[in-house]
T-cell receptor, first 114, second 114 residues
Framework: DTAVSQTPKYLVTQMGNDKSIKCEQN?????MYWYKQDSKKFLKIMFS???????INETVPNRFSPKSPDKAHLNLHINSLELGDSAVYFC?????????????FGPGTRLLVL | GNSVTQMEGPVTLSEEAFLTINCTYT??????LFWYVQYPGEGLQLLLK?????DKGSNKGFEATYRKETTSFHLEKGSVQVSDSAVYFC?????????????FGQGTELSVKP
């Protein structure tokens, strides 16, 4: 009964390729997020969606395009992959986007761009 | 802007030692504060949180008190176990219109030796 799931868990690809990462939550939450964790383990918000609507786009290159077909899913498509995109990408969800709400994280997708 | 600063790791302790991981924050508003833990190869899990000044969050023997006067949220545990080895992240979430995003510190790696 995974609360927040991501696929794939690992992704190894060549520079210039296009890839997608999928995220699903079964918690009934309204808000979903994408975070990027770099090689030094620093975590930074990329996007936030509330009820399928984009509410945060944190100056991410437009090669990254999130899509939320419904409020239980938030996918991340990356065009023209670059070496610097290698990282762990975490999806998260929360009941709402109020300041004190707890976010629940997926297991992460480890992307390696060669 | 808002930011979180944690003590640098790695921190290495013997089993049953006392743990303190310092965390200070800068915020324009009145944030909620969190500690998340990341076990090797896994996503982040909420460890504890506090949403207002002088609140104490606690879980699994860990504690942290929201100190507005010193803008701190230090994590403590009286007696660590080998199973506590992980990376610990302090984070804040602004109650203003920030879309619920978490702003993380750089993480502190804890290694507990038997």
């Amino acid at each position: 009964d995974t609360a927040v799931s991501q696929t794939p868990k690992y992704l190894v690809t060549q520079m210039g390729n296009d890839k997608s990462i999928k995220c699903e939550q079964n918690l009934g939450h309204d808000t979903m997020y994408w975070y990027k964790q770099d090689s030094k383990k620093f975590l930074k918000i990329m996007f936030s969606y509330n009820n399928k609507e984009l509410i945060i786009n944190e100056t991410v290159p437009n090669r990254f395009s999130p899509k939320s077909p419904d409020k239980a899913h938030l996918n991340l498509h990356i065009n023209s992959l670059e070496l610097g995109d290698s990282a762990v990408y975490f999806c998260a969800s929360s009941q709402d986007h109020g300041g004190g709400t707890t976010q629940y994280f997926g297991p992460g997708t480890r992307l390696l761009v060669l | 802007g808002n930011s979180v600063t944690q003590m640098e790791g790695p921190v290495t302790l013997s089993e049953e030692a006392f743990l303190t991981i310092n965390c200070t924050y800068t915020a324009t508003g009145y944030p909620s504060l969190f500690w998340y833990v990341q076990y090797p190869g896994e996503g982040l899990q909420l460890l504890l949180k506090a949403t207002k000044a002088d609140d104490k969050g606690s879980n699994k023997g860990f504690e942290a008190t929201y100190r507005k006067e010193t803008t701190s949220f230090h994590l403590e545990k009286g007696s660590v176990q080998v199973s506590d080895s992980a990376v610990y992240f302090c984070a804040l979430s602004d109650r203003g219109n920030q879309g619920g995003k978490l702003i993380f510190g750089q993480g502190t790696e804890l290694s507990v030796k038997p």
